[in-house]
């Protein structure tokens, strides 16, 4: 099995790649600083790949997806001005598309999305409370990410239905937080807590590990493909 990882070098894709390279899985990541892996670039199941997932020529990402099994976004928007309203404005959802479009026809069956508990599942008609209705259109407005997420979120559902492939998997993180080691955690259908008004909280590394988890486990896959998971860190 061969995964390619997007945002790799952020706070959860590494360890979206570390957990990975720590389960003999074969990982490609296409990064702009490779310096961020210095620990871990030795490693004989990870290739690097310095470039900008929405700069790469298409050829170029075509090759690198020759191979690939599986696809991991952990893209995110830099919680600073440029990265929060500067340009790419659709970062998540662009490069969900292009990539989908350029591994057409080619041996990619699974992908994982990393989402939020601020997107909602139309398949299990989730829908917001009145005062969290409010805040999410103050929300949309204001910051251009939790539009991005809810359009990536938007073009898996309408454009690769249940039968389809590849299939595909959104998993939804309440409020990221850093710990070390891998802790409890437990996984639900949908948000149990208000994202607005009550969020819990989710740390990255059990959010890697349970994406580990979904890549490596055929049984847990087909329990959640086409669905939305959501994550929360147990509480004590």
């Known amino acids: 099995m061969k995964v390619l990882v997007l945002g ?55 090759e690198i997806l020759i191979d690939i099994d599986v696809v991991v976004s952990c893209l995110g928007h830099n919680v600073s001005l440029k990265g929060m309203f500067g340009k790419p404005h659709y970062l998540v959802k662009d490069a969900m598309e292009r990539t989908l479009k350029n591994a057409n026809g080619m041996k990619l069956k699974k992908i994982v999305l990393m989402n939020t508990t601020a997107c909602l599942s139309s398949k299990q008609k989730e829908k917001f409370t009145f005062g969290e209705s409010i805040i999410m259109c103050a929300i949309r407005i204001l910051l251009p990410p939790q539009r991005d997420n809810e359009q990536a979120l938007k073009y898996l559902e309408n454009n690769y239905k249940e039968a389809n492939v590849p299939e595909w998997i959104a998993v939804r993180p309440d409020t990221l937080v850093t710990e070390v080691q891998v802790t409890d955690y437990e996984i639900f259908k949908s948000p149990q807590r208000s994202p607005i008004f009550n969020a819990g909280k989710t740390s990255r590394i059990n959010v890697a590990h ?13 329990e959640w493909k086409f669905c939305l998971p959501v994550v929360y860190n147990k509480e004590q």
Do not use: C, H
Not at 33 to 48: H, M, R, T, V, Y
Not at 210 to 222: A, D, G, P, T, V
């Open 210 to 222: 349970f994406m580990m988890k979904l890549i490596s486990n055929e049984e847990l896959w087909n």
């Open 8 to 62: 790799a070098t952020g706070q959860t894709g590494y360890q979206v790649v570390k957990q990975l390279l720590e389960n003999s899985i074969q990982v490609k990541a296409i990064v702009r600083n490779p310096g961020k892996f210095a620990d871990i670039q030795s490693d004989e199941n990870l290739e690097i790949f310095r470039d900008s997932i929405l700069d790469i020529k298409d050829k170029r990402l075509k």
